[in-house]
């Protein structure tokens, strides 16, 4: 299958309940080039547009988040989207028993063998993200790489997908 322009796109945003998320972290992989892409607070929510190449392919894992995250800033929706979170679950078309394929991004990863470098502070970071801005310096910090890993942990579950 051949993927124009793939570009693993992974959000933190800011999600309380009864209000719209609120993007303020995105991270991305250009997989043809190699190029990555970090934006956080006012830099990413001053972008009218992603900073991607015009006929781009979003991948991402449950790509309704990140979609979402395009709505919510206002951006154009990618011309592609492929969501690997279906795709995995599409391994079994046994839609009653998909369970056992995993619904998270690390029991997916899992599914074929492979560790979330972030598993044990992942829920850790999740509800970081999810309380919002202001962050320290340090808090900023470890939101980025956790978002820059699942970026990797997801461009490691697409090529299982995609270029078996």
């Known amino acids: 299958m051949i993927v124009p322009a793939p570009i693993v796109v992974d959000f933190e945003f800011e999600a309380k309940p009864g209000n719209v998320p609120r993007p303020h972290t995105m991270c ?3 997989l043809a080039t190699g190029v990555t892409h970090v934006y956080e607070g006012e830099r990413l929510r001053g972008l009218v547009a992603p900073p991607f190449p015009p ?3 979003l991948i991402a894992f ?4 990140e979609l979402s ?3 919510i800033l206002g951006w154009p929706l990618p011309p592609n989207t492929i969501d690997i979170r279906i795709e995995h679950m ?3 078309r046994n839609v009653s028993t998909v369970e056992h394929l995993g619904v998270n991004l690390e029991q997916a990863l899992a599914y074929y063998g492979i560790l979330h470098a972030c598993s044990g502070s992942k829920k850790e ?3 970081l993200g ?3 801005e202001p ?3 340090e808090e900023r910090t470890q939101l980025t790489e956790y978002c820059l890993e699942d970026v990797r942990a997801e461009e490691k579950l697409y090529n299982v997908l995609f270029q078996s």
Not at 62 to 65: K, Q, S, V
């Open 130 to 132: 999810g309380r919002g």
């Open 62 to 65: 449950a790509a309704d988040a």
């Open 28 to 30: 991305a992989r250009e």
């Open 69 to 71: 995250c395009y709505e």
């Open 90 to 92: 599409m391994i079994d």
């Open 125 to 127: 970071m999740q509800k």
């Open 55 to 57: 006929d781009y392919t």
């Open 135 to 137: 962050y320290t310096k």
